[in-house]
């Protein structure tokens, strides 16, 4: 396969991923905030830590307000991760290599694309069936894909996209509630708390598979231990690996790629660790410590495939 065919199937299924978890992330701060009864920017400001890019938003938004959370996280044309933003380089992506993805795939992608684009019925929508709308769209490019791709080298590169950024969403999401919205000590364990645990394991749509899967209280400890080491919930962290090992494998199986274990070597030792990590000793160490660290290595397993199967970084990746 072409390195760049490689690349921009490996974005296409990224970009996608990551607008589907901006989507998540809106819907559950605009629940919590109407739970709350509390609007206020503390609320919503977690989200731009969620995403790293706190200082691109307060240049362009210094009040900081709710609703330039929701401009800059659904449709701010300065913001390259916006939601619109994130579906139109997966759409330009896909339009450069139509002739390697389903006819079906690239449809529902253009479908969405001009969904999104300025003066559509979309923007009329209220927030929640904006974010439903989104959601919905790339669950179905999901679906498409799954269905439809071929278990080849492109649906290997295209699945090391999606769970590359589905591990690194999880694991910011879970830091941003450990460690930016800390409650006050005679808060924790109390209503405000349990509710924000709450709509973290929404954000990945755990909330019920939690429920079914401890049958026991809502927990900080029960909460990052099923979203970092579950290894069935597909959105968990350890499971993110594992489905990266086995993509990995399959690539480096061809006969073209015998031999350059380099991003191997990287991600098997990242992904022993958390196989057999235990929650109480992730905590113990710092949580929002090992997250940094996880993160670190997440951006240096992009780097190794970055540099190992694809061609120079191009204007359509970020």
């Known amino acids: 396969m072409l390195s760049r065919v490689a690349e921009q199937l490996y974005w296409i299924f990224r970009y996608v991923e990551r607008a589907e978890n901006l989507a998540r992330f809106l819907e559950v701060s605009q629940s919590v905030a109407l739970d709350m009864a509390n609007d206020a920017p503390s609320v919503w400001l977690p989200l731009i830590d969620a995403c790293a890019d706190r200082s691109l938003f307060e240049s362009l938004h ?7 959370v929701v401009q800059f996280l659904l449709a701010q044309k300065d913001n390259p991760n916006a939601i619109r933003n994130c579906i139109a380089i997966a759409r330009e992506n896909a339009r450069q ?14 479908a969405l694309f001009l969904d999104l684009q300025p003066g559509e019925p979309f923007w009329q929508e209220a927030l ?7 959601r919905r769209g790339c669950q179905q490019l999901y679906g498409i894909a799954d269905s439809t ?3 080849d080298l492109s649906w290997q590169f295209a699945n090391l996209g999606r769970l590359l950024e589905r591990a690194d969403k999880t694991a910011r999401i879970l830091d941003v509630k450990y460690f930016l919205l800390l409650p006050s000590a005679e808060a924790v364990g109390g209503a405000i708390d349990e509710l924000q645990w709450i709509a973290l ?17 809502i927990t900080p400890s029960g909460v990052a231990g099923f979203l970092l080491l579950d290894p069935d919930f597909p959105r968990s962290v350890r499971y993110c690996l594992n489905g990266l090992a086995t993509s990995l494998e399959e690539i480096e199986q061809q006969p073209l790629h015998k ?11 990242l992904r022993a660790h958390w196989n057999y990590a235990r929650v109480e000793d992730v905590i113990n160490s710092g949580l929002h410590e090992v997250i940094d660290d996880l993160q670190i290595q997440l951006n240096q397993l992009h780097g190794q495939l970055e540099a190992r199967y694809f061609a120079a970084p191009s204007c359509t990746s970020a």
């Open 62 to 68: 210094p009040e900081g307000q709710p609703q330039q």
């Open 97 to 110: 290599i139509r002739e390697v993805i389903p006819n079906e795939f690239f449809e529902e992608l253009n």
């Open 128 to 134: 929640p069936e904006q974010l439903q709308q989104v």
């Open 149 to 151: 791709m071929r278990r």
């Open 201 to 217: 394991l929404r954000c990945a749509s755990a909330y019920q598979m939690y429920r079914q899967h401890t049958q026991q209280p």
């Open 259 to 269: 031999g350059h274990n380099g991003v191997s070597h990287l991600l098997g030792p």
